[in-house]
């Protein structure tokens, strides 16, 4: 048999074998541009102390992916966007009145001990901005929880503070938030626009949908977990949301209050630490709207969605166990018994 010249040899390798031009890179980077007009935002309702508060946690991520990857001999990896998304996302998670040792001290965990103890991007079983952000109000609860009121001057340092609009909900009900705002249609536009107290990055409801949809556009998010998240998040609401009575509570309030937007489309859709299977998505999805809606409602605290994304991560691997999909041509065992019997 002639011998085949090596440029026309056939090699056959193992799949997958559909190429793309994505890469985790340009996700990561992309990501980072869909959040930019809620930074923006938030930068332009809480000042210069929110540029500052992002800022930090943005230089200390990276500053601390660098210097361990560095110390352990292994390739920096900066350059992916992944400790910029982490910096970035923790920054909108703060208030924007956090003292600059705190910034730097939640990149530090959401980086190094989330991320890189567990072996680096795609390891990691938690999200890290959100660990990052649950070890700062664990232990300095009083300065993560002052919350200064938007005046969008950007030429102040000082702010006076105020109660979150989920903080007035949950501490005199309904009528109070709606006497703050002045009437209901005012409360829902400036929950829309973003001038309310929150967290930097969580309080404009508009800038984070134009940043969602950017993602829904290129594909790097689908329905699945948004939409569950926010439509169980609404029911109970509905129906669990008025004190003293069944089905008379505001969803709208829920949904563009706090981090439901940010929580819902830029956190619980992390790509490592959510199921990959659809149908699995669907149940992560509703697991977070249900423990943010019990947390809110009956919990301690205002807000839930934090606690209840982390929750949520702990299950995603036995989600994906659960809802395995299965394997093309592959017989179940019983009846590949039968069939050799």
């Known amino acids: 048999?002639?011998?085949?010249?090596?440029?026309?040899?056939?090699?056959?390798?193992?799949?997958?074998?559909?190429?793309?031009?994505?890469?985790?890179?340009?996700?990561?980077?992309?990501?980072?541009?869909?959040?930019?007009?809620?930074?923006?935002?938030?930068?332009?309702?809480?000042?210069?102390?929110?540029?500052?508060?992002i800022a930090l946690c943005i230089i200390s991520a990276l500053l601390s992916e660098y210097i361990y990857q560095k110390a352990l001999n292994k390739k920096v990896s900066i350059n992916d966007g992944s400790a910029?998304?982490?910096?970035?996302?923790?920054?909108?998670?703060?208030?924007?009145?956090?003292?600059?040792?705190?910034?730097?001290?939640?990149?530090?965990?959401?980086?190094?001990?989330t991320k890189q103890l567990f072996g680096g991007l795609g390891y990691n079983v938690f999200n890290p901005a959100l660990i990052g952000r649950a070890f700062l109000l664990i232990s300095f609860p009083k300065l993560m929880t002052i919350w200064t009121k938007p005046e969008a001057a950007f030429v102040q340092f000082d702010a006076k503070t105020t109660a979150t609009p989920l903080g007035i909900l949950k501490e005199e009900g309904l009528s109070k938030l709606i006497e703050v705002f002045g009437d209901k249609m005012n409360l829902y536009m400036e929950l829309l626009k973003g001038h309310r107290a929150g967290s930097i990055g969580e309080t404009s409801a508009i800038a984070l949908i134009i940043g969602a949809a950017f993602l829904f556009y290129r594909g790097y998010i689908t329905w699945h977990i948004p939409v569950s998240f926010l439509a169980t998040a609404a029911v109970m609401a509905w129906i669990f949301g008025a004190k003293g009575t069944l089905f008379a509570g505001d969803p709208v309030i829920h949904l563009l209050s706090g981090g439901m937007l940010l929580g819902a489309f830029f956190m619980a859709t992390d790509y490592v630490?959510?199921?990959?299977?659809?149908?699995?998505?669907?149940?992560?999805?509703?697991?977070?709207?249900?423990?943010?809606?019990?947390?809110?409602?009956?919990?301690?605290?205002?807000e839930g969605v934090m606690f209840a994304i982390l929750i949520m991560n702990c299950f995603a691997p036995l989600i994906d166990r659960g809802f395995k999909s299965k394997v093309f041509g592959a017989l179940k065992e019983t009846k590949a018994k039968e069939i050799k019997k």
Not at 93 to 101: D, E, G, K, R, T
């Open 273 to 302: 630490t959510c199921p990959s299977v659809k149908k699995g998505q669907i149940l992560f999805g509703i697991g977070c709207g249900f423990l943010t809606m019990l947390i809110r409602l009956k919990g301690g605290f205002p």
């Open 1 to 53: 048999m002639a011998e085949i010249k090596k440029e026309h040899e056939l090699i056959v390798t193992v799949s997958p074998h559909i190429k793309s031009e994505e890469s985790t890179s340009r996700i990561m980077w992309s990501v980072n541009i869909a959040l930019l007009p809620a930074a923006v935002m938030g930068a332009y309702f809480f000042g210069p102390r929110a540029v500052l508060a």
């Open 84 to 113: 910029f998304l982490t910096g970035l996302l923790l920054g909108m998670n703060l208030p924007a009145s956090v003292p600059f040792y705190i910034p730097i001290v939640g990149s530090f965990v959401a980086v190094i001990i």
